[in-house]
């Protein structure tokens, strides 16, 4: 057995007297693909950030191929494709010269970097956009050239905080086709979403995280067959409005995991 | 109205510092993360900041007054003095002006006022900067203003003083209005990425010349020591700039002197007035636009031919690019230029004996390397923004940002020096050692200056930061802090090497190409240990 791609033990995260984190424990194993869904505000954005090494935690074990986050967060860098919630790049760069300064701190060589950008570009239709700037391209777009700089050096963990905000459907459709040929190749793959639908279609395992904690996990097939005749959207709406966390997981539990 | 208008000042300047020190341990430590603890936090932090800077501007220009009081013929010191503090006044309201319109620019620090129905953003912009920002820079006036009463008496002066330290803070807001107007060009639609390029240096170089002028009349009392105590002709008041000793310290006293002197005030009065309301609407229009359009003024005329560069070389190129065709971040890399250059100009100009004094000139110089290596760590750190998140997801240390910054703020340096050394080559005809050691030995100053700079400043930039602007480093305490750093580190081998020509009294020491060799040495050594004592305790 390899050692897991993820290992999250006893994590804790406090922004101030802020508590995002709760004690999150998690394993994540090679060829995974982990999604991680909850509410707005349960501290999906922070643990994938402290993953990512980004950002410290207060106290916990995190370890990322083995590797320890705090100390070899260098190294860790190198093998993660993130793709942040909101798409951050620089604006005044064109998606073309944006793509070539990412393949250069990663020191990938030239030709390779053109024959990505240009396969990739064709594939999310902004072959058009490429020479434009970042500043003034949509939303949509800057989210698709976010997606392609994360995976130009063709990751070995891929970690993408929301991605399909923004997207129109075929690009979503796209990046979904394209997420589970990496995952069929051994590559890991977490995202997090707040759409209970995109984390069924995907995933092979997920997790529900309320309020900084792990509520529940189980595979996807779980959920599907237990899910019974109610609809997701219903399922997801309840859990958020709740504020007593033992009623969300139970409401869960009853229609979703049972 | 006016409440609201001025609750919406503060909430600008409390939302500048807000972004860049949210996520800062030390705030998050003295808050808890609570809203109403770090409102006050900030609060507290505005009043200091405020608190200081006049404490400081009164401490500077009580220092320059001291020194001029105790000289013969002091009246007409102070008169002098007051012609460089009134400058003064212009170019600080100036610089800061530009400096609040870059972070409400980036920032997009206006866009919820443009949805309301009012047009309240045409007096936030500016209440928010004079109240918070540029009134400091009034209280300079006061030391020279009170000398002169304490010696002569005369009353009036306070009303004049006053009101021109006025007239020249309105002015210096124009004319950085003005700067914030031109450089943000036409918003029409598609432009070429290399006209644009082109079209903002050819703006920023005007720009530099109007600031040469201004300076070159500025020198030319100061080439006449003292100022003929009795105007020649009171239509000398009416000079811009070069007018205000005479009213403000109207020794004349005859009575149609100090009709003169009114009716010129009440002219600038008008001119100052003016020029706010002409520039101000439109600047603001301007930057309510340049947010909503962002950069659709621009679009790259042709698929760019070389692509690809190496690990630093795709670090330098980016900044270098972000740099040129973002006119907030032009500006601030040309500050340093606005500074120097025009003194230097009118330096070259107006000291007919350069040639016995190429060291002193040396000196003058060390003040760019102080300014510039200050000014640049940190504009090339804040143009990062809110690009600190991307750089913080890719393999790049502090290390290689402190290398890959500092050499494009070295290259930005050359681009000034250079020039600067073959001019005063010409004037002085000196030995080639000093013609190649002149400019060289302020490159290294630089560099070593600017490593030292960057470090203390990529140390302050948490881990999870959302963005860096100037207050993630602690606004202008923290820009004392690089002045007073760099002065100590670039100065050391120059007045280490004077000290050996003053102390041993060989030949060989003497001349002045043995100063540049000796502080060529010294600063070489300095950028040996530079190098290997920076890049230690500098995180990963
Ligand atoms: N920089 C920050 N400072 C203070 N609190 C924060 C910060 N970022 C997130 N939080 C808080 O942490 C919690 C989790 O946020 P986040 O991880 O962004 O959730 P999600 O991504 O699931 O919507 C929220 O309560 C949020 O308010
Ligand atoms: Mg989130």
């Given at each position: 057995m390899d050692r897991p791609s993820i290992l999250v033990e006893n994590l804790f995260k406090n922004y101030g007297q802020t508590r995002?984190?709760?004690?999150v424990d998690l394993k994540i194993n090679p060829g995974e693909m982990f999604g991680l869904l909850g509410p707005n505000g349960s501290g999906k954005t922070t643990l994938l950030k402290i993953l990512c090494s980004v950002l410290d935690y207060t106290s916990g074990n995190v370890e990322v191929s083995g590797l320890n986050v705090l100390r070899d967060s260098m190294q860790i860098r190198k093998i993660i494709g993130y793709v942040p919630e909101t798409p951050v790049l620089y604006e005044s760069l064109t998606a073309s010269e944006y793509l070539d300064f990412i393949g250069g701190i990663r020191r990938i060589d030239h030709e390779s970097i053109e024959k990505k950008k240009d396969r990739f570009a064709r594939a999310f239709e902004i072959e058009d956009k490429m020479d434009t700037f970042v500043g003034s391209l949509s939303f949509g777009t800057k989210q698709k050239v976010a997606i392609i700089s994360s995976l130009l050096h063709d990751p070995p963990l891929i970690i993408m905080d929301e991605a399909m905000n923004g997207l129109d459907p075929r690009s979503a459709r796209i990046l979904k086709d394209l997420l589970s040929e990496y995952a069929s190749r051994g590559r890991t793959i977490i995202f997090s979403t707040h759409i209970l639908e995109v984390a069924e279609s995907l995933c092979s395992r997920l997790a529900i995280i309320y309020r900084g904690n792990i509520v529940d996990s189980g595979t996807p097939g779980d959920l599907k067959s237990r899910?019974?005749?109610?609809k997701l959207e219903d399922i997801f709406l309840e859990a958020t409005n709740s504020n007593d966390l033992n009623m969300v997981v139970n409401s869960l539990k009853e229609t979703i995991l049972q | 109205m006016k409440v609201r208008i001025l609750e919406l000042s503060r909430r600008l300047v409390i939302e500048e510092r807000f972004i860049a020190i949210k996520n800062l341990p030390r705030f998050i430590r003295r808050t808890g993360g609570s809203a109403t603890e770090g409102k006050r936090y900030i609060d507290r932090q505005i009043f200091f900041g405020y608190n200081v800077s006049v404490a400081a501007m009164i401490a500077f220009s009580a220092l320059l007054t001291v020194t001029q009081v105790r000289l013969p013929y002091h009246l007409a010191h102070i008169q002098t003095l007051s012609l460089v503090l009134y400058s003064y006044i212009f170019l600080i309201s100036l610089y800061s002006f530009l400096m609040h319109a870059n972070v409400v620019i980036s920032y997009k620090l206006m866009e919820p006022l443009k949805l309301l129905p009012t047009d309240m953003e045409n007096s936030v912009l500016p209440l928010s900067w004079f109240i918070f920002t540029g009134s400091p820079s009034l209280f300079v006036i006061i030391p020279p203003l009170t000398a002169y009463i304490w010696y002569t008496g005369n009353i009036y002066s306070v009303f004049y003083g006053i009101t021109w330290a006025f007239i020249m803070l309105v002015l210096g807001y124009s004319a950085g209005s003005a700067m914030v107007f031109a450089l943000n060009g036409k918003n029409k639609e598609k432009r070429h990425l290399k006209n644009g390029v082109i079209a903002n240096i050819v703006r920023v170089s005007l720009f530099i010349l109007v600031f040469a002028l201004f300076e070159v009349a500025m020198q030319i009392p100061q080439e006449i020591p003292i100022l003929p105590v009795i105007a020649s002709f009171p239509l000398y008041m009416a000079v811009p700039l070069l007018g205000i000793p005479y009213i403000v310290f109207?020794?004349?006293?005859s009575l149609s002197f100090m009709y003169f002197g009114i009716a010129i005030t009440l002219l600038y009065v008008l001119v100052a007035t003016f020029s706010f309301r002409f520039i101000n609407k439109r600047t603001i229009r301007k930057i309510i636009r340049i947010e909503m359009?962002?950069?659709?003024?621009f679009s790259p005329?042709?698929?760019?031919g070389k692509t690809g560069y190496s690990f630093y070389g795709s670090l330098i190129w980016k900044d270098l690019k972000t740099m040129v065709r973002n006119p907030q971040n032009l500006l601030m890399v040309l500050i340093p230029a606005f500074l120097v250059l025009p003194t230097l100009i009118s330096l070259f100009f107006f000291s007919p004996d350069l040639s016995f004094n190429s060291v002193s000139i040396y000196y003058s110089m060390i003040t760019i390397v102080v300014l510039a290596s200050a000014f640049y760590s940190i504009t090339l750190l804040m143009s990062e923004g809110d690009g600190i998140r991307i750089l913080q997801t890719l393999p790049v240390r502090n290390i290689d940002l402190m290398y890959s910054k500092g050499f494009v703020g070295i290259l930005l340096f050359t681009f000034i020096v250079v020039p600067v050394s073959v001019i005063f080559f010409l004037k002085i005809h000196g030995n080639p050692v000093i013609f190649l050691l002149f400019p060289v030995n302020l490159v290294i100053a630089y560099s070593y200056s600017t490593l030292f700079s960057l470090r203390r400043l990529l140390k302050k930039?948490?881990?999870?930061?959302?963005t860096v602007n100037f207050y993630t480093f602690g606004g202008s305490y923290e820009l004392i802090a690089l002045f007073i750093l760099s002065s100590v580190l670039a100065g050391i081998p120059a007045i280490a090497s004077s000290i050996v020509q003053l102390r041993i009294p060989f030949e060989t020491f003497s001349s002045q190409a043995s100063f540049y060799l000796m502080t060529f040495a010294m600063n070489a050594m300095a950028l040996f240990l530079a190098l290997k004592l920076s890049r230690k305790g500098l995180g990963f």
């Amino acid at each position: 057995m390899d050692r897991p791609s993820i290992l999250v033990e006893n994590l804790f995260k406090n922004y101030g007297q802020t508590r995002a984190l709760d004690g999150v424990d998690l394993k994540i194993n090679p060829g995974e693909m982990f999604g991680l869904l909850g509410p707005n505000g349960s501290g999906k954005t922070t643990l994938l950030k402290i993953l990512c090494s980004v950002l410290d935690y207060t106290s916990g074990n995190v370890e990322v191929s083995g590797l320890n986050v705090l100390r070899d967060s260098m190294q860790i860098r190198k093998i993660i494709g993130y793709v942040p919630e909101t798409p951050v790049l620089y604006e005044s760069l064109t998606a073309s010269e944006y793509l070539d300064f990412i393949g250069g701190i990663r020191r990938i060589d030239h030709e390779s970097i053109e024959k990505k950008k240009d396969r990739f570009a064709r594939a999310f239709e902004i072959e058009d956009k490429m020479d434009t700037f970042v500043g003034s391209l949509s939303f949509g777009t800057k989210q698709k050239v976010a997606i392609i700089s994360s995976l130009l050096h063709d990751p070995p963990l891929i970690i993408m905080d929301e991605a399909m905000n923004g997207l129109d459907p075929r690009s979503a459709r796209i990046l979904k086709d394209l997420l589970s040929e990496y995952a069929s190749r051994g590559r890991t793959i977490i995202f997090s979403t707040h759409i209970l639908e995109v984390a069924e279609s995907l995933c092979s395992r997920l997790a529900i995280i309320y309020r900084g904690n792990i509520v529940d996990s189980g595979t996807p097939g779980d959920l599907k067959s237990r899910s019974g005749g109610r609809k997701l959207e219903d399922i997801f709406l309840e859990a958020t409005n709740s504020n007593d966390l033992n009623m969300v997981v139970n409401s869960l539990k009853e229609t979703i995991l049972q | 109205m006016k409440v609201r208008i001025l609750e919406l000042s503060r909430r600008l300047v409390i939302e500048e510092r807000f972004i860049a020190i949210k996520n800062l341990p030390r705030f998050i430590r003295r808050t808890g993360g609570s809203a109403t603890e770090g409102k006050r936090y900030i609060d507290r932090q505005i009043f200091f900041g405020y608190n200081v800077s006049v404490a400081a501007m009164i401490a500077f220009s009580a220092l320059l007054t001291v020194t001029q009081v105790r000289l013969p013929y002091h009246l007409a010191h102070i008169q002098t003095l007051s012609l460089v503090l009134y400058s003064y006044i212009f170019l600080i309201s100036l610089y800061s002006f530009l400096m609040h319109a870059n972070v409400v620019i980036s920032y997009k620090l206006m866009e919820p006022l443009k949805l309301l129905p009012t047009d309240m953003e045409n007096s936030v912009l500016p209440l928010s900067w004079f109240i918070f920002t540029g009134s400091p820079s009034l209280f300079v006036i006061i030391p020279p203003l009170t000398a002169y009463i304490w010696y002569t008496g005369n009353i009036y002066s306070v009303f004049y003083g006053i009101t021109w330290a006025f007239i020249m803070l309105v002015l210096g807001y124009s004319a950085g209005s003005a700067m914030v107007f031109a450089l943000n060009g036409k918003n029409k639609e598609k432009r070429h990425l290399k006209n644009g390029v082109i079209a903002n240096i050819v703006r920023v170089s005007l720009f530099i010349l109007v600031f040469a002028l201004f300076e070159v009349a500025m020198q030319i009392p100061q080439e006449i020591p003292i100022l003929p105590v009795i105007a020649s002709f009171p239509l000398y008041m009416a000079v811009p700039l070069l007018g205000i000793p005479y009213i403000v310290f109207s020794l004349g006293e005859s009575l149609s002197f100090m009709y003169f002197g009114i009716a010129i005030t009440l002219l600038y009065v008008l001119v100052a007035t003016f020029s706010f309301r002409f520039i101000n609407k439109r600047t603001i229009r301007k930057i309510i636009r340049i947010e909503m359009e962002q950069a659709q003024s621009f679009s790259p005329s042709r698929k760019n031919g070389k692509t690809g560069y190496s690990f630093y070389g795709s670090l330098i190129w980016k900044d270098l690019k972000t740099m040129v065709r973002n006119p907030q971040n032009l500006l601030m890399v040309l500050i340093p230029a606005f500074l120097v250059l025009p003194t230097l100009i009118s330096l070259f100009f107006f000291s007919p004996d350069l040639s016995f004094n190429s060291v002193s000139i040396y000196y003058s110089m060390i003040t760019i390397v102080v300014l510039a290596s200050a000014f640049y760590s940190i504009t090339l750190l804040m143009s990062e923004g809110d690009g600190i998140r991307i750089l913080q997801t890719l393999p790049v240390r502090n290390i290689d940002l402190m290398y890959s910054k500092g050499f494009v703020g070295i290259l930005l340096f050359t681009f000034i020096v250079v020039p600067v050394s073959v001019i005063f080559f010409l004037k002085i005809h000196g030995n080639p050692v000093i013609f190649l050691l002149f400019p060289v030995n302020l490159v290294i100053a630089y560099s070593y200056s600017t490593l030292f700079s960057l470090r203390r400043l990529l140390k302050k930039i948490p881990k999870g930061a959302d963005t860096v602007n100037f207050y993630t480093f602690g606004g202008s305490y923290e820009l004392i802090a690089l002045f007073i750093l760099s002065s100590v580190l670039a100065g050391i081998p120059a007045i280490a090497s004077s000290i050996v020509q003053l102390r041993i009294p060989f030949e060989t020491f003497s001349s002045q190409a043995s100063f540049y060799l000796m502080t060529f040495a010294m600063n070489a050594m300095a950028l040996f240990l530079a190098l290997k004592l920076s890049r230690k305790g500098l995180g990963f």
